[in-house]
């Protein structure tokens, strides 16, 4: 790369640690900086501490050389032109966000600053963080001269984070200052100017040289509300498939195919259109309560919101009772649960609905087997081992002896399940899928009660009733 960045990102969770891997691939010089002395010595020591496709490669590829992790940082600030603000916001009492992490982070900064810098919010934070940021810096007597504050917030989906950093939809930066507009366009000149796609080494997806990415350049406050208002959106679509799926089912029409007609309208498009068990993770929960909450405190009713939550709340409550109509009563049932995550391809189950279900199992006097190919140690902090709760090696041992087998996350590999070997381990082939992971007529075939959301439940035909119908 011929014009670098030196770059600092505060934070190394999900977001921090993603940037900062991917700027090194971008060609960047980064120091990823992290208060938990802990984590910086597994990172230094090539470990990942989270789960994440892509990720170990890219900073493999990268340690010591195009990122560093460091406890320091005050030496990191003062070594870097951008300062990228990557830590967490989670949902307070009121449904705030508690920006308290961000607040202690730019006063470090402030002591640290001598010289232009320009710090970029990229943790997801309400409209005007960005000038409160400015408020504490001068409470703490930072020259204004001396730095600009930019948004520039995240899209990434946790599973596919790396390749939505390198290929994004659309790059936001929200300033008012062009000199440090002109930093970000120089960081993310790869992406937008097509080089890094150019490169034989650059990681497959939807952008390329001839179709680079594109970005987008706003005032600070309509970066911040683009973030809330992308997930508050994407949000309601899930809560409104939902909805639908429950009406569905109480007609015997098909979600499935509902929403493939719905998702050919390229108004309407087939992303999140997939009925379940609700939205989960660190973003949806808390930001579309963050954006009611910033809506309320700007004297704006935005009901909508409350709707989304509400339905969201709730699916779990339909899910669960369809667990109930099934088996009548829990106590004493032997259940295998497929899935904790709050969806696949992560490790992470914050505010996952299936940590919520189980916990309303076990409360129901259910024993339950677990299984999740990458979240089961974490899954132990929320829903430790009990003799009501064990943690199974694999699905099929999980399923041995259940009355039923209930899959809670979408995993591929719970849409792969061998389902001859999975009739021979439970006791009873009862299938309650919260992810419709698999086609009705193909369970009805192999035998299997199949209750999934919003379509009809499959009950096969007894052997003797069936031969019974042949022979009249």
Known sequence: MTNPVSICVIGSGYVGLVAAACFAEMGHSVLCVDKDEERVRTLRAGGVPIFERHLPELLAMHLDRGVQFTSDLTAAVEQSEAIFIAVGTPQGDSGAADL???????????????????????????????????????????????????????????GTAVAD??????????????????????????????SYYARPDALPGR????????????????????????????AMKISFINAVANLAEAVDADIEDIAAGMGMDHRIGPDF????????????????????????????????????????????DVFFNKVLSELWTLRGKRLAVLGLAYKGDTDDIRESPAIAIVKKLLEAGAAIAAYDPAAMERAKTALPPSPQLRYAASLYEAAREADAVLILTDWREFAAIDLERLSRAVRFPIVIDGRNL???????????????????????????????????
Not at 171 to 186: F, K
């Open 100 to 158: 308290s992490s961000v607040e202690d982070v730019v006063s470090s900064i402030a002591r640290a600053l001598h010289g232009y810098k320009v710090i970029v919010e990229k943790s997801t934070v309400p409209v005007y963080t960005n000038d409160w940021i400015r408020r504490v810096l001068a409470r703490h007597g930072v020259d204004p001269r001396s730095f600009d504050v930019v948004s520039n917030p995240e899209f990434l989906r946790e």
């Open 165 to 194: 950093f390198l290929h994004p939809d659309r790059i936001v930066v929200g300033t008012a200052s062009e000199r440090a507009a002109h930093l970000l366009r120089r960081i993310y000149q790869p992406l937008t100017g097509g």
């Open 438 to 472: 698999y086609k009705t007529a193909e369970m009805e075939r192999q035998g299997f009660t199949y209750v999934s959301v919003g379509r009809p439940a499959i009950y096969p035909v007894p052997q003797s009733s069936a031969q019974a119908m042949l022979a009249s």
């Open 207 to 234: 952008c390329s040289a001839a179709h680079p990415a594109r970005l987008l350049l706003t005032s600070a406050e309509s970066a911040e509300i683009i973030k809330h208002a992308s997930n508050a959106f994407l």
């Open 273 to 316: 259109l997939r009925a379940g068990l609700g939205y989960g993770g660190s973003c949806f929960p808390k930001d579309v309560a963050a954006f009611q909450w910033v809506a309320k405190k700007r004297g704006v009713d935005f009901q909508l919101l409350a709707e989304i939550r509400k339905i969201n709340e709730a699916q779990k």
